[in-house]
């Protein structure tokens, strides 16, 4: 495996590859990534990862400076994957001056994640666009957990003709039914223990749309009463359509539930896609 901090050594190594897939984190990696890059290496025949903390997504009162890095853990872990390079470009190569063209992405990234985070998702498509641009992969992989993040990516890929295949990957899970994260290494044990009841509230709302349950904003207010009750401080529950996450109407039976909420210090992510019956 080549671990490569260098744009024009990266593409040098790719460029005789032939299928190059790519899948992008930010390090910290866990068995939800790895998931990831099994998908890659099924679709492309060489397979490169990205590490890169990028700090364009990240607020100034969000968790820069202390994101978890575990870079040579990391690579240990790529290596027994079978990964060919991982590119871990230092940011003054990414950013080697004030980065002033920004991707702009819908109206739809302003709700959700970006009502809460705004700006986020500028900061992601950018990232993502440079990735790409470096990398040059026919197949990136994302993860379903940050199930926006994958529709923004999408759009962009569309929108700009980019010759990739986005694929996505299924939500990895821990025995108790928490969505693994990096940031889950924040959690106290108390808090750890409290923290799948944000899956179990999705199960509750998808099961009582199955049972035929229409009202969305309702299903969605009591799932946050819910988690408050239980300590959480959420800052949404939604239901949205699969396709673009617009609010569902009546004829729609692709949906997904989604939902942010801090316990503790921690902000997690999750959500379930649910059919109508």
């Known amino acids: ?16 590859a032939g299928t190059v897939g790519l899948v992008p984190t930010m390090g910290n990696l866990h068995a939800g ?21 990028n700090r364009l997504q990240f607020a100034p009162h969000e968790d820069f400076d202390r994101y978890p890095r575990t870079f040579e853990a990391d690579c240990a872990k790529l290596a027994a994957e079978g990964v060919d390079i991982v590119f871990a470009p230092d940011e003054r190569l990414l950013y080697p001056e004030p980065q002033q063209y920004i991707v702009q992405p819908p109206p739809m990234a302003n709700e959700l994640e970006g009502r809460f985070r705004p700006g986020f998702f500028n900061g992601v498509a950018t ?30 890929v569309r929108q ?29 044990a108390a808090e750890r223990a409290e923290a799948p009841r944000l899956q179990r509230t999705l ?18 207010e009591s799932a946050l009463r819910e988690l408050t009750k239980a300590g959480w401080k959420p800052d949404y529950v939604e239901v949205r359509r699969r396709a673009d ?33």
């Open 245 to 277: 996450l617009a609010e569902p109407q009546e004829t729609d039976n692709s949906l997904v539930v989604l939902a942010a909420a801090r316990l503790g210090a921690t902000r997690l992510i999750d959500n379930l896609e649910v059919g109508k019956t």
């Open 203 to 220: 199960r509750e709302v998808g099961a009582r749309i199955a049972a035929g349950e229409r009202d969305y904003s309702a299903l969605g």
């Open 127 to 156: 990232v993502v666009l440079k990735l790409f641009n470096c990398v040059q992969p026919a197949v990136a992989v994302f993860g379903k957990k940050d199930y926006q993040q994958l529709l923004v990516v999408r759009g962009m």
């Open 33 to 53: 990534h790895l998931a990831l890059v099994g998908l890659a290496k099924r679709r492309a025949k060489h397979v490169v990862t990205s590490i890169f903390v």
């Open 1 to 16: 495996m080549d671990i490569v901090h260098d744009i024009a050594i990266l593409r040098r190594l790719t460029a005789p």
């Open 160 to 188: 700009f003709d980019l010759p990739i295949e986005i694929v996505a990957g299924e939500t990895t899970r821990e025995a108790d039914g928490l969505a693994m994260s990096s940031r889950n290494n924040y959690l106290s």
